[in-house]
């Protein structure tokens, strides 16, 4: 069964916890492990302090202002552009509703952060793209493991559990975007919220994300960039593959 992970901006109240645990359980710097509470303190302002992705950030608060704000993160579309275009098939919509980077299998061509709709993920120093995984490595322990994110959120504007499940819960809501609920965005990630999207500078969606990729294919720096990245992977992938005929004639 496909799972959900909901976010109900009407019981969120700013307070961090979620980024601060997801960064504790992935591992993520600053750190709060083994420090005493000074360097607690100090590693929690930090981690507070963040309005953007990267390679440390799998999730945010985006603040429009004191009153308005929500946590972003990876939505685990269910026809996800990283998936469909990455050459080297590094990222996997599993059926429980995550979408994964394999690292092993990523040639750091970065096509995925490109064309990202919701400009999630980011390339780490080791050149491989980075995000939210859904808490893959919890949720799919037995017994089930709510991600961390989840399990941190001390006002329960966190939920987890079956996407019919959760649907059913956003539909009391006014304004719901995720889920394809009410015709919205079909992804594994639902916000439900009692006010309209626009008042806290929600990102929606955003084909011309795509665009920015081909308008950067008319750009000299812009094609080989990518292009010379395709080219190397498509390279290796061929090369890999004639070995293994060669090796099929010996
Ligand atoms: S922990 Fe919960 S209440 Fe606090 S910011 Fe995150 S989602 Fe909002
Ligand atoms: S939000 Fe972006 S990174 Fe996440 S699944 Fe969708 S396309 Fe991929
Ligand atoms: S689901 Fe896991 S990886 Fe994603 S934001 Fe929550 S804690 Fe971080």
Redesign the pocket.
């Given at each position: 069964m496909t799972k959900s992970?909901l976010i109900d901006l009407s019981k969120c109240t700013g307070c961090r916890s979620?980024t601060v645990?997801?960064k504790s359980?992935?591992k993520l710097e600053p750190r709060i492990e083994n420090r005493n509470q000074d360097e607690i303190r100090k590693a929690v302002e930090k981690a507070k302090g963040t309005d953007k992705f990267s390679d440390n950030e799998?999730?945010y608060i985006h603040e429009k202002d004191i009153r308005n704000f929500y946590k972003r993160?990876?939505m685990h579309c269910d026809d996800p552009q990283c998936v469909k275009n990455c050459p080297t098939h590094a990222i996997v919509k599993y059926d429980n509703g995550a979408v994964v980077v394999d690292k092993e299998k990523c040639e750091g061509v970065g096509l995925c952060a490109q064309v990202c709709p919701f400009g999630v993920p980011v390339m780490g120093e080791d050149k491989k793209p980075v995000k939210?995984?859904?808490?893959y490595d919890r949720i799919t322990q037995n017994p089930v493991l709510e991600?961390?994110?989840?399990k941190a959120c001390p006002s329960k504007a966190l939920k987890f559990g079956d996407i019919d499940e959760m649907k059913q819960y956003a539909s009391k809501y006014k304004y719901v975007y995720g889920g394809g609920v009410n015709d919205s965005y079909n992804s594994s990630v639902i916000y439900a919220s009692n006010i309209p999207f626009e008042e806290i500078d929600f990102k929606v969606a955003e084909v011309h994300n795509i665009a920015n990729v081909l308008d950067a294919i008319k750009h000299p720096v812009g094609v080989l960039s990518i292009l010379g990245g395709a080219a190397l992977v498509g390279l290796k992938i061929y090369g890999d593959r004639k070995k293994k005929v060669q090796e099929g004639e010996k």
């Open positions: 992970l979620c645990a997801c359980w992935n799998f999730t993160q990876c939210c995984t859904l808490c991600p961390a994110c989840v």
